[in-house]
Nanobody, 121 residues
Framework: QVQLVESGGGLVQPGGSLRLSCAASGSIFSINAMGWYRQAPGKQRELVAGITSGGSTNYADSVKGRFTISRDYRKNTVYLQMNSLKSEDTAVYYC???????????????WGQGTLVTVSS
């Protein structure tokens, strides 16, 4: 019904930047919240940043001032610009989207497949 395709992960040196993208497609009437989570080895998945349909954003304290979340409403895409990356940012990053499904108008939470971000020299 609804698919998410993530891109943009990879290996970067400390202090570097990466931009993650997540495009939603399928039977979408509208998109409510969009966000990024991450899970480091041996740790629980945590919220990194979120953005509402109205454009309000929230961030984990650990990434405030370094990461920026944004969305393109026409493309049903959410982005995560990550600057001043640190080794502790190393994790698998997951896109999360809450959509209203076309036809049924039910709310559906969808997860991306995950993209690995490795910050290392």
């Amino acid at each position: 019904q609804v698919q998410l395709v993530e891109s943009g992960g990879g290996l970067v040196q400390p202090g570097g930047s990466l931009r993650l993208s997540c495009a939603a497609s399928g039977s979408i009437f509208s998109i409510n919240a969009m966000g990024w989570y991450r899970q480091a080895p041996g740790k629980q998945r945590e919220l990194v940043a979120g953005i509402t349909s109205g454009g309000s954003t929230n961030y984990a304290d650990s990434v405030k001032g370094r990461f920026t979340i944004s969305r393109d409403y026409r493309k049903n895409t959410v982005y995560l610009q990550m600057n001043s990356l640190k080794s502790e940012d190393t994790a698998v990053y997951y896109c999360n989207v809450v959509v209203v499904v076309g036809g049924s108008f039910r709310h559906l939470e969808v997860w991306g497949q995950g993209t690995l971000v490795t910050v290392s020299s």
